[in-house]
């Protein structure tokens, strides 16, 4: 980590996993949970296995991958692979430390603190990009129509079209009438089937961009609206069958946003009620 916001931001990400479980769990009976859920734990023989684990994902042939501080681990349900950064090897990963992974079938898509690789898994080798020119701080890859993804970073929002490999930078729109949009640390995305991204930051609240008319629209926390952003710092955003929106904030528990009246219902710690979140750190 390089200062404060970096540990921030890393502690934002590594919420997803948390996140996750606590919205798989809270819409369990309480009593069901003890007989429904089972973890085993996973042991490996391999040294050094990294005990931190920020994101994972599982792909179409069934293999598990972790994304940790020290590299990119594949798991077949039997055995854990290694694959990390390997300074005379330009096949391989970019960069050790992982935020975050997206699987399109063929590859997978690997955001690290030092830019993003793709790992082809017919061939089991690693393409470096480096984003020295934009910021290497790579939160959230999140897939697009008309073969693109959107990059999430320390430094703004990016569009990356794959058939000519040329990146787009969305920053401030000095006319208010499109929505002024300018953000350093994006940490997650999420596109719906309404064509509009959403954009989680990490101090801005959230924002909309509409992609068809691009037009920005920011939600922010206001103190003196109960159905506001409980806090502008996000760290994940997800979307129930109903279409609505699932945020997890640092420091303000999470909201469901409803989005045909956009307001926000907090789900926060109360000390009095031993049915509320256990902590707001997600």
Not at 113 to 132: A, P, V
Not at 137 to 149: A, D, H, K, R, V
């Amino acid at each position: 980590m390089h200062n404060i916001k970096d540990k921030i931001n890393f502690l934002l990400r590594i919420s997803l996993t948390a996140f996750a479980f606590l919205i798989l769990f809270s819409i369990q009976p309480i009593n069901s949970q003890q007989d429904k859920y089972k973890f085993d734990k996973l042991i490996t023989n391999q040294e050094n296995f990294p005990l931190s684990i920020s994101c994972m994902v599982k792909d179409t042939k069934g293999f598990v991958w972790f994304g940790t501080q020290y590299g990119l681990y594949r798991f077949d349900g039997y055995n854990f692979k290694a694959y990390s950064f390997k300074y005379l090897d330009s096949t391989s990963l970019v960069f050790n430390m992982i935020n975050c992974i997206y699987d399109d079938d063929r590859y997978l898509w690997i955001g690290t603190e030092q830019g993003f690789s793709i790992y082809d898994k017919t061939f089991e080798r690693f393409k470096r990009f480096n984003l020295s020119f934009i910021n290497n701080f790579i939160f959230e890859i999140c897939p697009s129509t008309n073969n693109e993804l959107w990059i999430g970073t320390g430094n703004g929002l990016y569009k990356l079209d794959l058939t000519n490999e040329v990146f787009t930078n969305y920053e401030h729109v000095p006319d208010d009438t499109t929505g002024a949009f300018f953000v350093n640390s994006i940490n997650s995305l999420y596109e719906d089937e309404s064509g509009y991204l959403w954009i989680g930051t990490g101090g801005n609240g959230l924002f909309r961009y509409d992609i068809k008319n691009k037009i920005f629209k920011n939600y922010k926390f206001n103190p003196e609206d109960s159905n506001s952003l409980s806090n502008d710092h996000i760290s994940k955003i997800l979307e129930d069958r109903k279409g609505n929106l699932w945020i997890s904030t640092y420091r303000g528990g999470f909201n469901e946003f409803d989005k045909q009246t956009e307001k926000f219902r907090r789900f926060q710690n109360d000390s009095l009620n031993r049915n509320s979140i256990i902590d707001e750190l997600n």
